[in-house]
């Protein structure tokens, strides 16, 4: 069932990240939850712990410290860290030595209550605390617990280089702005991630040109609404008041085009669009650049106007079609995305058929679909009443995840007969023999590995598929 991957990556979750390269004495352990961005920052967590003398196991018996980057986004995100930090409870009865922290999103959310409430914890540290892990680790060593959960104005950690975490050399993901003011009142998100600050572009396409020039070929950009990006000089972004100050600032689209011309070989993703900030210039530096992918992922959330304005989301089910009409218009061939949640606050029957309705209208060529679930201090939670039955929820989820299914094969199909351009990311997981890699419009393609090479572009003809993945025949380099 295509339930919670991609955004939030089932097959990454609790992934153990390792670098290939570091030597230092003292071994970390790092596991990561939840989104594209908290396996980022944890790329500039072992970035900072390199500096000071460390290099990465996957084993956690063998470990110094163990870091648990955790995500709060829903209550099973929580609860499958919780039960992890079992594993390392026994781990720590072996070893007393060891230091266990938590990072990211639940940190920030629990504070020092996590403390409190699993003893084995030395650590607490939130997503703007990271230059402090240092000071911190010091106040364990003298057998202190430390917390640092302070949310920051400022902090992008635009001057850390990321020490890239089981990379395929091929692609890997930029942070450009952190938090998010947006206030959707089912997201915890505002209050573990803080408010929202873009980082210098110069420090941005900088990184875009390092990575091209170690052999890399596709940058993703990170962002919970990279619309909103905007850079005139530092600070939080609702501190830029002037109109003047406004035009003269670097924006979403002058931004990605900066990062397309790095190289034409260099393929640009960005992640996530929020609609009611996505704007046409930005659909039209897509159009301009044939190194900016042709896929957008655009979170709807609900089909329905009312349900979207309880949500908070700042559109109507009205705008976010028009929007649709506008990718279609200006990009004809753009793969889309989105995100779904059934069973929100007071849904009723009518406003689900909704959803449905708009899927329909869509034909999304991949979904992200999720049961609401209640987060404590958001303005769901405070002002309306969960009150949809769980087995509602499910019900609803079921008949969102069926549609998605038929929409997707139905996407697959009509690519078949067609040739792709793909960038090779890897051998694929289901045979050595085979490459995999993805089209401009996301979609996983799987290959016979010939004699092509990993971060080649080729052309290959799709010749049949899965409702997931076009199976195909590379019919030479691209050029
Ligand atoms: N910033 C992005 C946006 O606004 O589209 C996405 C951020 S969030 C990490 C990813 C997705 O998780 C959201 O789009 C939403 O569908 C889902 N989500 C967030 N809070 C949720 C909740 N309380 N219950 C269920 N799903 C939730
Ligand atoms: Fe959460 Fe909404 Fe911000 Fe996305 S835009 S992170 S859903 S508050």
Same mark, same amino acid.
């Given at each position: 069932?295509?339930?919670?991957?991609?955004?939030?990556?089932?097959?990454?979750?609790?992934?153990?990240?390792?670098?290939?390269?570091?030597?230092?004495?003292?071994?970390?352990?790092?596991?990561?939850?939840?989104?594209?961005?908290?396996?980022?920052?944890?790329?500039?967590?072992?970035?900072?712990?390199?500096?000071?003398?460390?290099?990465?196991?996957?084993?956690?018996?063998?470990?110094?410290?163990?870091?648990?980057?955790?995500?709060?986004?829903?209550?099973?995100?929580?609860?499958?860290?919780?039960?992890?930090?079992?594993?390392?409870?026994?781990?720590? /009865?072996?070893?007393?030595?060891?230091?266990?922290?938590?990072?990211?999103?639940?940190?920030?959310?629990?504070?020092?209550?996590?403390?409190?409430?699993?003893?084995?914890?030395?650590?607490?540290?939130?997503?703007?605390?990271?230059? !402090?892990?240092?000071?911190?680790?010091?106040?364990?060593?003298?057998?202190?617990?430390?917390?640092?959960?302070?949310?920051?104005?400022?902090?992008?950690?635009? !001057?850390?280089?990321?020490?890239?975490?089981?990379?395929?050399?091929?692609?890997?993901?930029?942070?450009?702005?952190?938090?998010?003011?947006?206030?959707?009142?089912?997201?915890?998100?505002?209050?573990?991630?803080?408010?929202?600050?873009?980082?210098?572009?110069?420090?941005?396409?900088?990184?875009?040109?390092?990575?091209?020039?170690?052999?890399?070929?596709? &940058?993703?950009?990170?962002?919970?609404?990279?619309?909103?990006?905007?850079?005139?000089?530092?600070?939080?972004?609702?501190?830029?008041?002037?109109?003047?100050?406004?035009?003269?600032?670097?924006?979403?689209?002058?931004?990605?085009?900066?990062?397309?011309? &790095?190289?034409?070989?260099?393929? &640009?993703?960005?992640?996530?669009?929020?609609?009611?900030?996505?704007?046409?210039?930005?659909?039209?530096?897509?159009?301009?650049?044939?190194?900016?992918?042709?896929?957008?992922?655009?979170?709807?959330?609900?089909?329905?106007?009312?349900?979207?304005?309880?949500?908070?989301?700042?559109?109507?089910?009205?705008?976010?079609?028009?929007?649709?009409?506008?990718?279609?218009?200006?990009?004809?061939?753009?793969?889309?995305?989105?995100?779904?949640?059934?069973?929100?606050?007071?849904?009723?029957?009518?406003?689900?058929?909704?959803?449905?309705?708009?899927?329909?209208?869509?034909?999304? !060529?991949?979904?992200?679909?999720?049961?609401?679930?209640?987060?404590?201090?958001?303005?769901?939670?405070?002002?309306?009443?969960?009150?949809?039955?769980?087995?509602?929820?499910?019900?609803?989820? /079921?008949?969102?995840?069926?549609?998605?299914?038929?929409?997707?094969?139905?996407?697959?199909?009509?690519?078949?007969?067609?040739?792709?351009?793909?960038?090779?990311?890897?051998?694929?997981?289901?045979?050595?023999?085979?490459?995999?890699?993805?089209?401009?419009?996301?979609?996983?393609?799987?290959?016979?590995?010939?004699?092509?090479?990993?971060?080649?572009? &080729? !052309?290959?003809?799709?010749?049949?598929?899965?409702?997931?993945?076009?199976?195909?025949?590379?019919?030479?380099?691209?050029?």
């Amino acid at each position: 069932m295509q339930v919670e991957n991609k955004v939030i990556d089932e097959a990454r979750q609790g992934e153990q990240m390792e670098m290939k390269s570091a030597n230092g004495s003292k071994k970390l352990f790092l596991e990561s939850y939840g989104c594209q961005m908290n396996f980022s920052d944890s790329e500039i967590v072992a970035s900072i712990l390199v500096n000071e003398g460390y290099s990465t196991t996957k084993n956690p018996e063998e470990a110094d410290v163990i870091f648990v980057n955790t995500c709060a986004i829903r209550e099973n995100a929580e609860a499958r860290v919780r039960q992890r930090l079992q594993d390392f409870k026994k781990v720590k /009865q072996k070893n007393p030595g060891t230091v266990v922290g938590v990072l990211g999103c639940m940190a920030e959310r629990l504070k020092s209550q996590f403390l409190e409430q699993e003893k084995l914890l030395d650590l607490v540290v939130g997503p703007d605390a990271y230059r !402090d892990l240092p000071n911190l680790l010091e106040q364990t060593g003298s057998g202190q617990k430390a917390v640092n959960v302070i949310l920051s104005k400022e902090e992008t950690y635009a !001057d850390i280089t990321p020490v890239r975490l089981d990379s395929n050399g091929v692609s890997a993901f930029i942070s450009i702005t952190r938090g998010c003011d947006n206030m959707c009142s089912f997201c915890v998100v505002p209050f573990t991630r803080g408010r929202e600050r873009s980082r210098d572009p110069e420090s941005i396409v900088n990184e875009a040109q390092e990575l091209f020039n170690k052999g890399y070929r596709e &940058v993703t950009l990170l962002g919970q609404n990279v619309d909103s990006y905007l850079w005139a000089g530092g600070g939080l972004k609702k501190e830029i008041l002037t109109e003047e100050q406004r035009n003269v600032a670097v924006n979403f689209a002058r931004l990605l085009e900066k990062v397309a011309l &790095v190289s034409p070989l260099l393929r &640009v993703r960005f992640s996530t669009s929020h609609p009611k900030d996505m704007t046409n210039e930005v659909l039209e530096v897509m159009a301009k650049y044939e190194n900016i992918c042709k896929y957008i992922h655009l979170p709807v959330q609900s089909g329905n106007s009312r349900v979207l304005d309880l949500m908070n989301r700042g559109y109507s089910r009205e705008w976010y079609l028009e929007r649709m009409s506008a990718i279609r218009r200006i990009i004809p061939d753009c793969g889309i995305s989105t995100d779904i949640i059934t069973g929100f606050c007071s849904e009723t029957e009518e406003e689900h058929q909704e959803t449905l309705s708009l899927m329909q209208a869509i034909q999304y !060529d991949f979904a992200y679909m999720f049961m609401y679930s209640e987060r404590p201090k958001t303005l769901a939670e405070r002002k309306y009443a969960d009150d949809i039955p769980e087995e509602v929820k499910k019900r609803r989820l /079921q008949e969102v995840v069926s549609l998605q299914h038929t929409h997707s094969a139905y996407r697959t199909k009509a690519a078949v007969g067609k040739t792709y351009k793909v960038l090779i990311e890897g051998v694929s997981k289901k045979s050595s023999e085979q490459f995999c890699g993805r089209n401009s419009q996301n979609t996983t393609v799987v290959f016979d590995k010939e004699n092509y090479q990993i971060g080649e572009y &080729v !052309d290959v003809e799709v010749l049949s598929c899965t409702s997931t993945t076009l199976i195909g025949k590379a019919r030479g380099r691209s050029v």
